[in-house]
Nanobody
Framework: QVQLVESGGGLAQPGGSLRLSCVAS????????MGWFRQAPGRAREFVAA????????YYSDSVKGRFTISRDNGKNTVYLQMDSLNPADTALYFC????????????????WGQGTQVTVYS
């Protein structure tokens, strides 16, 4: 049974940083792309960042490129999202997602979401 557990959210001031973690279990973590998505109140869930199974490729939305960094540790079944230079527009519930197919990446091919971790950036 796939399980994804996010943590690390909280309150931050503009310009501040947070680091999110997502611990995975129930599948061969090292065979799947992993991603971070977010959903603000009243808005659809949107792609934030993704990383390939071996960390050879990383992908970012235009809105976070240069500020957020995705990484993973296959030995710990964990994917991270380092968020720097936060601004109020980053306020959302952040979800970890698992790629749907082994050794394959597509931005629209994620599922098995975690419960999310709230990030709030206030001025």
């Amino acid at each position: 049974q796939v399980q994804l557990v996010e943590s690390g959210g909280g309150l931050a001031q503009p310009g501040g940083s947070l680091r999110l973690s997502c611990v995975a279990s129930g599948f061969a973590f090292h065979e799947y792309a992993m991603g971070w998505f977010r959903q603000a109140p009243g808005r659809a869930r949107e792609f934030v960042a993704a990383i390939s199974w071996g960390s050879g490729a990383r992908y970012y939305s235009d809105s976070v490129k240069g500020r957020f960094t995705i990484s993973r540790d296959n030995g710990k079944n964990t994917v991270y999202l380092q968020m720097d230079s936060l601004n109020p527009a980053d306020t959302a519930l952040y979800f970890c997602g698992k790629g749907e197919q082994v050794y394959y990446y597509h931005r629209d091919d994620f599922g098995s979401w975690g419960q999310g971790t709230q990030v709030t950036v206030y001025s």
